[in-house]
């Protein structure tokens, strides 16, 4: 007995000093929005939050949605395409994530994202549109095409979320991690620098496409002051959303996949081919954000398809 208890002791101990090697405090707002900020950002009060966001291009609107842990630059490439081809292109930083940070209700579920993105282009005066997301956003795109089926005009997913199997569950550690409670505790005071860069190798299928600036944005994004308290968070919630029925969705879809997708498996396609007369297109040698690591491809993809 005495031998288990001095085992725990300096396992404990231990961790204990690495806890304390690798905490990391908070970057100000102010830094990372001197840093991440255009003459294109905006910043409006919902819910207590400053929600960044932009408004690019003249057109017809469409609405673009990160996933979790990323933030509105994303869709950088798809914006440029996009406003190219006469389209107003509307981005932002949903709770939890980039400059716009945690909400302090902390609530994260798909049902309040829903509610949050109506309220955000009433305000703007956006009221029907063409809506995009992948991955979290997917998941708020094809919940708010279901909810508001009048408002939408075309709707196009990218490795959506929504479902998930358990034997081909998410495969990146910090998502596995962070639905460990007192883990989560510990990873909101860490240095996220070492989990960011092992995340991206997850999300993508070509890890030379990484960029350096691509790990930097993510690494001080993740750092804002509550953002990682808020990851846990909503990754905790996950498992408590309710199932729809997809199938009710009448709203023209688009769904692109990339193949190799470690985070969400391929498999899980076959839950959003229920979406009526839906229009798929699978990406070899892609991972879990096309917009990302194909965005040439995917948005033109994207812009044939919402010109039909």
Known sequence: MKKLFRILLAILIYVGILFFFLQKKSIPLQELKAKYTTSASKFMDIDSMQVHYRIEGEGKPIVLIHGTGSCLQT???????????????????????????????????????????????????????????????????????????KKVTKLILLDPAGFYSKNKGNGAIVFKLAKIKWIATLMSKMDTKIIVNQTLKDVYDDNTKITDATKKMYY?????????????????????????????????????????????????????????????????HCGHSPQEEIPALSVTDAINFLKK
């Open 75 to 149: 869709w950088d490439t798809w914006t440029d395409s996009l406003t190219k081809n006469n389209f107003k292109v509307i981005r932002l930083d949903m709770p939890a994530f980039g400059l716009t940070g945690p909400n302090k209700n902390n609530d994260y579920s798909s049902k309040y994202y829903v509610d949050f993105l109506d309220r955000f282009l009433q305000q703007i005066g956006i009221d029907t549109f063409a809506i995009a997301g992948n991955s979290l956003g997917g998941e708020i795109a094809w919940k708010y095409a279901y909810t508001h089926p």
């Open 220 to 284: 001080e994004m993740s750092l804002r002051a509550g953002n990682r308290e808020s990851f846990s968070a909503r990754v905790q919630q996950i498992e408590k959303e309710p199932v729809l029925d997809i199938s009710k969705i009448i709203t023209p879809t688009l769904i692109e996949w990339g193949k190799q997708d470690k985070l969400l498996d391929i498999s899980l396609l076959d839950n959003f081919k229920k979406i009526p007369n839906a229009m798929v297109a699978i990406y070899d």
